[in-house]
């Protein structure tokens, strides 16, 4: 049994179809690479954001060190004053 050629209707119905599809698909596509898009910037955030914490980290560490190193500085020169006033002290 042959086809029958579509009506113009049909045909024009056809036509919006496919392209209502082709525009879904378009735009399904362009959400899929916005969402790649969105994933590998808040994973370049996230590498930023782990970097900058560690260096943050390693100022406060260096920082707390220094001060560490001069605290006991200081408490070594202190008992070393301590001992050389001691020993010029005479005894009466």
Do not use: H, W, Y
């Amino acid at each position: 049994m042959p086809r029958s050629k579509p009506s113009l209707a049909e045909r024009k119905r056809l036509l919006e179809e496919t392209k209502q599809r082709l525009r879904l698909l378009q735009e399904a596509r362009t959400i899929e690479r916005i969402e790649q898009l969105n994933i590998k910037a808040s994973k370049r955030l996230g590498r930023q954001l782990q970097a900058e914490q560690l260096e943050l980290n390693s100022e406060l560490d260096s920082e707390e060190n220094l001060a560490s190193e001069q605290s006991s500085s200081s408490t070594v020169e202190t008992v070393n004053i301590n001992k050389s006033s001691s020993l010029l002290e005479t005894p009466d």
